[in-house]
């Protein structure tokens, strides 16, 4: 069997999303630990919806593909939603990495969540702070 998916292939290939938001209501900049990769999401919020979400990729083609999935899977979603994507529901819709590259699925959850604080911080709107860890580091991943 493949390493890779067709799935994975198509969104590393041609990633979806890919760039940045001017103006930007949420940016949100993570790296993963694992290999020193970096991922930045930027959101354009409007009503409570992500009108808009781009990405920039600094890191191999598993976080490539696992960004584009996830930003496909958040566009047009409410905040809570959006929160509530799981990097094990974005490996599941590329139809799965190789086990030794589940924690680059982890990059893109990050990054999300961390664009979400930096909207609500930038609003000061309250949250629940036990929705966005300091570092989510392994007990982050849902992959165990
Ligand atoms: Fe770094 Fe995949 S090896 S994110």
Redesign the pocket.
């Known amino acids: 069997m493949a390493l890779y998916t067709e799935t994975v292939m198509d969104h590393f290939m041609n990633p979806r999303n890919v760039g940045s938001i001017e103006n930007a209501d949420g940016i949100g900049e993570v790296g ?1 630990a ?4 970096i991922m930045k999401i930027y959101l354009k919020i409007e009503d409570n919806i992500i009108k808009d979400i781009k990405f920039e990729t600094f ?2 083609g ?2 490539i593909a696992s960004s584009s999935m996830a930003t496909e899977m958040i566009k047009g979603k409410t905040i809570e939603e959006a929160l509530a994507v799981t990097n094990k529901q974005v490996v599941d819709a590329l139809g799965g990495l190789p086990v030794h ?1 589940l ?2 699925s982890v ?1 893109a959850e990050e990054a999300v969540k961390s664009a979400i604080k930096d909207y609500y911080d930038k609003n000061g709107i309250e949250y629940d702070k036990s929705l966005f860890p300091e570092d989510m580091g392994c007990e982050g991943c849902h992959m165990v």
């Open positions: 993963n694992k290999c020193g990769d890191g191999c598993s976080a590259k924690h680059c990059l």
